[in-house]
């Protein structure tokens, strides 16, 4: 497949991507930002992005800021929203880009499990409060161990089943690719010309087991990811692809190598079980009642 790298001219037009303090977020901002967009970059840390920040393209010329926001937390969502929505400003894309793989169970007061509320409810409840500013598309930052996710709505804090984090990451992964599905259908049945659609980076070099609390799954994840992943960039081009060309609503782009590991961006492959709309109108409805949105 011929290598996609020609992103077009994104001057006017403004991102929020959360997460972008490192790896594939920082990646998206970087290769957006040297296109010419505004960037707002998203982070739980607002020293790191700041830092971060210095290395994005058009930082100099004013257009890169950096706003806090810690997805795991509904008060910071409703926040950090909140501020945006006031600004009065739009926003052309949000990208829901940060995440969690492999932490310690740990349950948020609305009880629940950390990789569920990071990478899945608070970007949920984002995307619902930034629609009123919203101008072009929401783009979902999913994975291929959606595949392997089965999502209990009855236990989301995993009280009653023994706690596995890597497959609470792809319950999280799955219940992104859940919402971006019902998401873009209920845009299209209310004639809006807002789309949501999704990605994943493949095998991509990135410490986003970082926070796993287990230096041997840890340094697993850091030294495996840069024997066999693609470089974070690489990863990134199916985030930025999904987020700035004329793609349908409901799209999911990933690496185009045959277990879409690698490669240059193309469509992906969906689990049966992302394009279940029973499934997909239960989970929307429990994360209203979490998020009272």
Known sequence: MRPWTQVPPQQG???????????????????????????VMACRSVE???????????HDLGRVEVRQVDVSSLDSVRTFAK????????????????????????????????????????????ARL??????????????REHRSGAIDLDDLGWQRRRYRPFQAYGDSKLADL??????DRRFRSQGSHLRAVAAHPGASATAITSGSGHPVVTAIGHYGQKLVGMPAWRGALCTV???????????????????????????????PKADDEVLARALWDRSVALTGS
């Open 13 to 39: 037009r403004r991102f929020v991507i959360t997460g972008s303090n490192g790896g594939l977020g920082l990646e998206t901002a970087r290769i957006l930002g040297s296109r010419g967009a505004e960037i």
């Open 48 to 58: 790191k992005a700041e830092a971060a920040a210095r290395t994005v393209p058009g």
């Open 83 to 126: 501020g945006l929505v006031a600004d009065g400003r739009p926003v052309d894309v949000l990208v829901n880009n940060a995440g969690v793989l492999g932490v310690p169970h740990a349950v948020t007061p609305e009880g629940v499990e950390m990789h569920f509320a990071t990478n899945y409810l608070g970007h949920f409840l984002l």
């Open 130 to 143: 930034l629609l009123p500013v919203l101008t072009d598309r929401v783009v979902v930052v999913s994975s």
């Open 178 to 183: 859940l919402f971006m599905r019902e998401l």
């Open 241 to 271: 692809y999904a987020a700035t060309m004329d793609v349908e609503g409901g799209t999911y782009i990933g690496p185009h190598g045959r277990t879409e590991l690698w490669g240059w961006p193309a469509p992906a492959r969906m689990s």
